[in-house]
C-alpha cells in the first residue's frame, strides 16, 4: 500500500452497529479530547447534556498536552488585549493558580503567550470533565461512524476490550484530523500533492540549561550561521527554545519536517523517524555553539510528532484570508482572533500577517469565527472544532491556537447541548441564542 487516503468505508448502519456491545447512550459524544474537544466537553456537560468524551490517548489536553507548553491566542498581538474567556480561560487561571503557568512575552510574532506545565495541564482538564460531569474514555479510538442517510447516531469505539457502540443525539468531531467528518462523508479539504500542509514539528526538551546567556535573535543568527556552513543539518533556522515552568529546563519548537501528508501512515511513520533524527542534530548544535547549552541534556521528547495541520471540514462556512487580514466580524461569531497569519511552510523562514493589517505590524485586531465554521455541509448531527475546522490554509495559519481552539470547543459543546434540549439539529440553533449563552458562560464575542 503506497497512499492509504483510500477507505472511508467505516460508514456504518444503525443496525451493524448494533451488532457490537452498546457501550453508552446519552445526548452528547465528543470523539478527541484535545483542547477543542475536551472544552466541548465540559461546556455540554456544563448546561446539562449526557456527555461522553472518547480520547485514543491516556489523557486529555491533546496536542497541549503531548507536543507544547504555551498556550497562543490568548492576547491579540499589539494591544495585548485578552481575546478568550470562558472555559480556555479557567485553564489558565488552574494552571496559574497552581504556579504552574506563567505569561512569557512575545518574543517572536505570536503575541503574549502563556506558558504551562504540562502534567499539571492534563490533571486540570481531568478535574474540569470531573466536576462538569463529563465521562471519560480514554484508550478509545473512534473507527466508525454509524449513519441512517445523513444523519449521525454515533460513532463505534475500538477499546481495549473490543469495539463498542456509543450512541448520542450529537457528535462533536474535536480529532484534529476531522477523523468523524471524513468517515461520514463530509466534505473535506484533504492534503494532497498540490495543496501542501504546514510542516510537522517534533518538540523536545532539554535540561542544564541556562537559556538567559543566549538572546532569541543571537540563537537565531547562530542556527542560520552553521546551518549555511555545512556543519549541521537544521531545515529551520528560527523557531522557539524558550524557558518553562522547571528551572533550568527548555522546550524547543524548531525541528522541521516539511512535504508530509499526515494522513497517509506511511508518509507520517517517516516523519516520526525523521523528527526524532533532526531532534539529536538540533540537540548537537545547541550543546556545541550555543552559550549557556554546553551542559544540556535530553529529558524527554513529544510522544508523537506535532500536526499542524491536515484535513479540514468545508463547512457552511469558509473562513478564508481576507477575513483575517481584514479583521472581518460576523453575526454568527463564535470566537474571536487576533492571532497573525503565522505559515510555516515557506522554506527555512516562517511568514507572518498580521490581522487587519495585512503586513507585518500587529494591530490588536481580532476577526469573528463564525458558527458556520463548525457545521458540515450535507451531513447532520455532528460539529466540527478545532484545528480541523472549516477554513482555508491561509485562514487556518491563524485560527489554530489553542485559545481559538478551546473557545471553538466551547461553542460547539454549548450549541450541542442546546440542540439536544431543544430537539432539534446543531444548524437549528439560533446564533443569537448561542452568543448569549457563550457570553454568559464568559466567552468574549465582541471585539475591543
Ligand atoms: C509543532 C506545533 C507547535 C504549535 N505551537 C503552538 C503554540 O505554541 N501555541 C498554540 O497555541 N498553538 C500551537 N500549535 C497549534 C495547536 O497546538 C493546535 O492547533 C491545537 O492544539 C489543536 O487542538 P485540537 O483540540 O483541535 O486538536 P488536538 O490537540 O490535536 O486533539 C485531538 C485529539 O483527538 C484525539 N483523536 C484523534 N482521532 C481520534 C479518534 N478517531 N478517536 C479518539 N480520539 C481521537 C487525539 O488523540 C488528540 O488527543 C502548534 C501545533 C504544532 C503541531
Known amino acids: 500500500m503506497n497512499s492509504a487516503r483510500t477507505s472511508q468505508s467505516a460508514r456504518i448502519s ?49 496536542t497541549g498536552a503531548s507536543v507544547l507548553d504555551t498556550f497562543y491566542g490568548f492576547y491579540a498581538p499589539g494591544t495585548g488585549d485578552r481575546v478568550v474567556g470562558g472555559v480556555g480561560w479557567e485553564v489558565c ?122 538572546p532569541t535573535a543571537e540563537l537565531h543568527r547562530l542556527m542560520a550561521l552553521h546551518a549555511d556552513s555545512g556543519a549541521y543539518k537544521l531545515p529551520r533556522r528560527e523557531g522557539s527554545v524558550h524557558r518553562t515552568t522547571e528551572p533550568g529546563v527548555v522546550h524547543t519548537n524548531v525541528t522541521r519536517v516539511s512535504g508530509v501528508d499526515p494522513t497517509d501512515p506511511w508518509q507520517l511513520s517517516a516523519a516520526e523517524q525523521e523528527g526524532r533524527r533532526q531532534a539529536v542534530e538540533y540537540t548537537r548544535f545547541l550543546r556545541e555553539q550555543v552559550p549557556g547549552y554546553e551542559q544540556a541534556f535530553p529529558i524527554g521528547s513529544a510522544p508523537r510528532i506535532g500536526v499542524r495541520e491536515s484535513r479540514r471540514l468545508i463547512g ?73 475546522l472549516s477554513a482555508t490554509h491561509d485562514a487556518h495559519a491563524s485560527v489554530r491556537s489553542i485559545g481559538q481552539c478551546m473557545a471553538m470547543g466551547q461553542a460547539a459543546g454549548t450549541a450541542a447541548a442546546l440542540a439536544v434540549s431543544a430537539g432539534s439539529r446543531p444548524r437549528d440553533v439560533d446564533a443569537v441564542g448561542l452568543r448569549e449563552q457563550l457570553a454568559a458562560d464568559g466567552a468574549l464575542l465582541s471585539p475591543g
Not at 451488532?19 to 466537553?41: E, K, M, N, T, Y
Not at 502534567?119 to 474514555?137: F, I, P, Q
Request: aromatic share 6%; glycine share 12%.
Open 14 to 62: 444503525q443496525a451493524e452497529a448494533e451488532r457490537h456491545p452498546l457501550l453508552w447512550d446519552g445526548d452528547v459524544v465528543v470523539v478527541g479530547g484535545g483542547s477543542a474537544g475536551s472544552a466541548a466537553a465540559v461546556a455540554a456537560a456544563r448546561r446539562g447534556a449526557s456527555t461522553l468524551l472518547v480520547e485514543g490517548a491516556a489523557h486529555l489536553g491533546g
Open 93 to 214: 487561571q488552574a494552571l496559574t493558580d497552581r504556579k504552574a503557568a506563567f505569561e512569557r512575552p512575545n518574543t517572536y510574532g505570536a503575541g503574549t503567550g502563556v506558558t504551562y506545565d504540562p502534567e499539571t495541564l492534563k490533571l486540570v482538564w481531568d478535574e474540569l470533565t470531573g466536576s462538569a460531569g463529563v465521562r471519560v474514555l480514554f484508550h478509545a479510538r473512534a473507527s466508525r461512524v454509524v449513519m441512517e442517510g445523513v444523519n449521525v447516531l454515533g460513532v463505534v469505539v475500538e477499546t481495549v476490550a473490543g469495539p463498542g457502540y456509543v450512541r448520542a443525539r450529537v457528535v462533536i468531531d474535536a480529532s484534529g484530523d476531522a477523523d468523524i467528518a471524513w468517515r461520514a462523508g463530509a466534505a473535506l479539504e484533504r492534503p494532497a500533492e498540490d495543496r501542501v500542509v504546514q510542516p510537522l514539528t517534533q518538540t523536545f526538551r532539554l535540561a542544564g540549561v541556562d537559556a538567559a546567556a543566549t
Open 316 to 388: 457552511e462556512y469558509v473562513l478564508d484570508r481576507e477575513d483575517v487580514l481584514t479583521a472581518r466580524q460576523f453575526e454568527d461569531a463564535i470566537a474571536l482572533c487576533g492571532a497573525p497569519i503565522e505559515d510555516h511552510a515557506a522554506g527555512q523562514r516562517t511568514i507572518w500577517r498580521y490581522v487587519g493589517s495585512g503586513d507585518r505590524t500587529p494591530t490588536g485586531r481580532t476577526y469573528g469565527v463564525p458558527y458556520r465554521c463548525l457545521l458540515p455541509r450535507g451531513v447532520e448531527a455532528l460539529l466540527v472544532a478545532g484545528r480541523c
